[in-house]
């Protein structure tokens, strides 16, 4: 069975601080790929990375960065020196070679204070 | 590139009328799109995949005959609620694939509400 855990409901931080969402998956295919997505309140959901199950390289982009672990079945992600306009909700996702489905978590609600 | 655009965004309508909501992909053809649900502070919900001329798949517990789906070409898929009721009133969003593609390319969403 594919299934996706972000377990964190809500994360409430202060400007400046980092935040890490976790994001444990379950799969058993050996092809799969990872996503993040950033959901804000106008509803549309934003692309932030794709990683296939091959890669395990960790990758940054400006002040987001990814962990992904195979031992550990984790793709967690860190937004350094969050901003108000971080706040939003973030789902991971898990992709299926089989059928190309997406399945994803429950989501996170970032919420930065000023 | 790979945009895809809904239509309406917003939707308000009475009890028992038929809703649909269109997904077009701009700038690619689109072999597979997939329809998603999703109610307020939840996740995401597949409710079926459509392949361009053929019969879509639904998820298990949603209802074929109310959401009625049609992806007559490569760039447009509909999505049809029929007699529509309160309880359909949710967030709809549809993504477009390429062929094994390994990603899916999402629209705005449609927001139905339903008095």
């Known amino acids: 069975a594919q299934k996706v855990t972000q377990a964190q409901t809500e994360i409430s931080v202060v400007e400046k601080e980092d935040v890490t969402l976790d994001c444990v998956y379950e799969?058993?295919?050996?092809?799969?790929?990872l996503f993040w997505y950033k959901q804000p309140p106008s509803g549309e959901l934003v692309f932030l990375i794709r990683?296939?199950?091959?890669?395990?390289q960790n990758e940054i982009s400006g002040r987001y960065s990814w962990n992904f672990q195979k031992s550990t079945s984790s793709f967690n992600f860190t937004i350094t020196a969050s901003q108000v306009v971080d706040s939003a909700v973030y789902f991971c996702?898990?992709?299926?070679?089989?059928?190309?489905?997406?399945?994803f978590g429950a989501g996170t609600t970032v919420t930065v204070r000023a | 590139g790979a945009v895809v655009s809904q239509h309406p965004s917003r939707v308000i309508c009475k009890s028992g009328t038929s809703v649909k909501i269109e997904c077009r992909s701009l700038d690619f053809q689109a072999t597979t799109m997939f329809w998603y649900r999703q109610f307020p502070k939840q996740s995401l919900m597949l409710m079926a995949t459509?392949?361009?001329?053929?019969?879509?798949?639904?998820e298990q517990g949603v209802e074929k005959d109310k959401f009625l789906i049609n992806h007559a070409s490569l760039t447009l898929s509909t999505l049809t609620v029929t007699s529509a009721h309160p309880e359909d009133s949710s967030f709809y969003i549809c993504s477009a694939g390429t062929s094994g593609g390994d990603t899916q390319y999402f629209g705005p969403g449609t927001r139905l509400t339903v008095l």
């Open positions: 799969t058993r295919d050996t092809t799969y790929y």
């Open positions: 459509s392949n361009e001329g053929s019969k879509a798949t639904y």
């Open positions: 990683r296939n199950s091959f890669d395990e």
């Open positions: 996702a898990l992709w299926r070679s089989n059928d190309y489905k997406l399945s």
